[in-house]
């Protein structure tokens, strides 16, 4: 009789019956007693903080003792003892048992395996390593999502330092890389119908959810490829080698999406700004002209808004940079939304403004800008009469050429952007005019992991870290780790004949 396995669900038969509790707790408690009485002796009368200590570590290295002999009986009730197996197609016959010790997190377990093999030889199949997607892999499945949740917060020395304080369980330095690595190279391959299976699983605010607003801006990485230097170029004489306008590792701008969702503004706010219920981060290192983030954030708003009332308002709220609104302007996908650029970028524009007409730091300086930030909120013109005043100082006195420059570069800024500075419009609706969450994105996605003192990234292992932070901070992690392991873990198909 020939039995067929599920790609799905493949499940070898159990030999036995599974782990009982009592043998795993009565062998437990067994070793736990012995492991008090024999520290018993060695005690002093009084109670230390170190007799503490050692008495807590003992029983810990007992219990993941037990935890560990215990697993590894579970684990070898699921064995195959089928001399033949057929795997796609192909036969496979019983070679040799080959032990392969694994990384839980009880620490290392060394479990002998059944190993199959074709007659004419080439890769091996081992039916225990597929059942639970360990082939070629060193770290339980457990284990491996523990390391990826740690590094998306730490640097890989971090990792290991932080594992050997809390954890009971250690790696390397470069085995902790590697795993990142792995899941690096599977994301840039599997991450779009990941997400796609993830979306699916997600509940979002949809009753609560007034608008969406769309935030997207950029923030400079180091990178490990040579590139142009930074600054003046030096005027001492060096050597023609120092004198090289060419770095080993230059800047280059990083892409951060946000898509958050806002409800009503609450009743008792001092500002009349909206409550952010949720937010999903779209991050991508550098490319030229970006396009695999614009693909990456267009998807993540069409799936969005799909799953949203018609009534949403959708919202596209940016700082001044001129390359993302040359982007959106020429885009579809936008076309529909209520255009503004961040309140906060405009008053920094003002400030510079007050400070060519006024000087730094002045008085009469800080009144006009006052009264300029309430123009702006309390008038549905606010922009335009912005624009009438600095245009009244411009013309009426005269300025030192950078004083002059301060105004004039303010003018430009509001001139090319008046069509999107309607903040009483956005406020009188409950609606977001602060770009907050991409900033804060940029901040925290990138800058706080990514541009510690010494990085240097490549491409692929700066987008690893990338995007698995920002499914961190997506608060989409166990989502994605549930669509990874359906996704991802798929054993081959075998049958035993």
Same mark, same amino acid.
């Given at each position: 009789?020939?039995?067929?396995?599920?790609?799905?669900? #493949?499940?070898?038969?159990?030999?036995?019956?599974?782990?009982?509790?009592?043998?795993?707790?009565?062998?437990?408690?067994?070793?736990?007693? %012995?492991?008090?009485?024999?520290?018993?002796?060695?005690?002093?009368?009084?109670? !230390?903080?170190?007799?503490?200590?050692?008495?807590?570590?003992?029983?810990?290295?007992?219990?993941?003792?037990?935890?560990?002999?215990?697993?590894?009986?579970?684990?070898?009730?699921?064995?195959?003892?089928?001399?033949?197996?057929?795997? /796609?197609?192909?036969?496979?016959?019983?070679?040799?048992?080959?032990? =392969?010790?694994?990384?839980?997190?009880?620490?290392?377990?060394?479990?002998?395996?059944? %190993?199959?093999?074709?007659?004419?030889?080439?890769?091996? #199949?081992?039916?225990?390593?597929?059942?639970?997607?360990?082939?070629?892999?060193?770290?339980?499945?457990?284990?491996?999502?523990?390391?990826?949740?740690?590094?998306?917060?730490? !640097?890989?020395?971090?990792?290991?330092?932080?594992?050997?304080?809390?954890?009971?369980?250690?790696?390397?330095?470069?085995?902790?890389?590697?795993?990142?690595?792995?899941?690096?190279?599977?994301?840039?391959?599997?991450?779009?119908?990941?997400?796609?299976?993830?979306?699916?699983?997600?509940? &979002?605010?949809?009753?609560?959810?007034?608008?969406?607003?769309?935030?997207?801006?950029?923030?400079?990485?180091?990178?490990?490829?040579?590139?142009?230097?930074?600054?003046?170029?030096?005027?001492?004489? +060096?050597?023609?080698?120092?004198?090289?306008?060419?770095?080993?590792?230059?800047? +280059?701008?990083?892409?951060?999406?946000?898509?958050?969702?806002?409800?009503?503004?609450?009743? =008792?706010?001092?500002?009349?700004?909206?409550?952010?219920?949720?937010?999903?981060?779209?991050?991508?290192?550098?490319? /030229?002209?970006?396009?695999?983030?614009?693909?990456?954030?267009?998807?993540?708003?069409?799936?969005?808004?799909?799953?949203?009332?018609?009534?949403?308002?959708?919202? &596209?709220?940016?700082?001044?940079?001129?390359?993302?609104?040359?982007?959106?302007?020429?885009?579809?996908?936008?076309?529909?939304?209520?255009?503004?650029?961040?309140?906060?970028?405009?008053?920094?524009?003002?400030?510079?403004?007050?400070?060519?007409?006024?000087?730094?730091?002045?008085?009469?300086?800080?009144?006009?800008?006052?009264?300029?930030?309430?123009?702006?909120?309390?008038?549905?013109?606010?922009?335009?009469?912005?624009?009438?005043?600095?245009?009244?100082?411009? @013309?009426?006195?005269?300025?030192?050429?950078?004083?002059?420059?301060?105004?004039?570069?303010?003018?430009?800024?509001?001139?090319? @952007?008046?069509?999107?500075?309607?903040?009483?419009?956005?406020? /009188?609706?409950?609606?977001?005019?602060?770009?907050?969450?991409?900033?804060?994105?940029?901040? @925290?996605?990138?800058?706080?992991?990514?541009?510690?003192?010494?990085?240097?990234?490549? %491409?692929?292992?700066?987008?690893?870290?990338?995007?698995?932070?920002?499914?961190?901070?997506?608060?989409?992690?166990?989502?994605?780790?549930?669509?990874?392991?359906?996704?991802?873990?798929?054993?081959?198909?075998?049958?035993?004949?």
């Amino acid at each position: 009789m020939t039995t067929v396995y599920s790609t799905n669900s #493949y499940t070898p038969n159990r030999k036995e019956s599974p782990v009982k509790t009592h043998w795993s707790m009565d062998r437990t408690e067994q070793k736990l007693t %012995l492991t008090i009485d024999c520290r018993n002796g060695e005690l002093g009368e009084q109670l !230390s903080i170190e007799d503490a200590e050692n008495v807590v570590e003992h029983l810990r290295q007992t219990v993941h003792e037990a935890a560990r002999e215990a697993f590894k009986h579970w684990l070898l009730q699921f064995e195959s003892d089928a001399d033949v197996l057929v795997v /796609d197609g192909k036969i496979y016959r019983f070679k040799i048992v080959a032990e =392969k010790e694994i990384l839980t997190k009880f620490g290392h377990v060394t479990i002998p395996r059944r %190993l199959y093999q074709q007659d004419t030889g080439g890769p091996a #199949y081992v039916p225990l390593d597929e059942a639970w997607n360990m082939r070629g892999q060193f770290a339980a499945p457990d284990v491996r999502e523990s390391l990826l949740f740690l590094v998306a917060h730490l !640097s890989p020395s971090e990792t290991v330092a932080c594992l050997d304080k809390v954890a009971s369980f250690t790696c390397s330095k470069t085995a902790v890389q590697n795993i990142v690595d792995e899941m690096g190279d599977y994301l840039e391959e599997h991450e779009d119908a990941l997400l796609e299976n993830l979306r699916i699983a997600e509940e &979002l605010p949809i009753a609560e959810t007034k608008c969406v607003a769309v935030s997207l801006d950029g923030v400079n990485v180091r990178l490990n490829v040579p590139g142009p230097k930074k600054g003046r170029p030096t005027e001492r004489p +060096k050597d023609d080698a120092s004198m090289s306008r060419e770095t080993a590792s230059c800047y +280059k701008n990083a892409m951060v999406g946000v898509v958050s969702f806002y409800g009503d503004v609450p009743k =008792k706010a001092k500002e009349k700004t909206p409550k952010r219920l949720a937010g999903h981060i779209v991050a991508r290192m550098p490319e /030229d002209k970006f396009p695999t983030f614009r693909k990456k954030i267009e998807t993540e708003i069409r799936s969005t808004m799909e799953r949203l009332p018609a009534n949403v308002v959708k919202i &596209l709220l940016n700082d001044g940079g001129t390359n993302l609104w040359h982007y959106t302007d020429a885009e579809p996908l936008y076309d529909d939304c209520e255009k503004i650029v961040d309140f906060h970028h405009t008053l920094g524009h003002v400030s510079s403004g007050a400070e060519g007409i006024f000087d730094k730091g002045t008085s009469a300086g800080q009144v006009w800008y006052r009264k300029m930030e309430g123009t702006l909120l309390s008038y549905e013109d606010g922009a335009e009469r912005v624009i009438r005043s600095l245009e009244y100082y411009l @013309n009426s006195y005269e300025y030192k050429d950078s004083s002059r420059e301060l105004i004039e570069d303010c003018l430009t800024f509001m001139r090319n @952007n008046v069509h999107r500075m309607e903040y009483k419009r956005f406020r /009188d609706n409950g609606w977001p005019i602060g770009s907050g969450p991409v900033e804060g994105a940029c901040k @925290n996605i990138v800058k706080k992991r990514m541009c510690q003192s010494g990085q240097r990234w490549s %491409l692929g292992g700066g987008q690893a870290v990338l995007s698995l932070r920002a499914i961190v901070k997506s608060n989409r992690w166990k989502l994605f780790w549930n669509a990874y392991k359906r996704h991802a873990c798929l054993p081959r198909l075998a049958q035993t004949t």
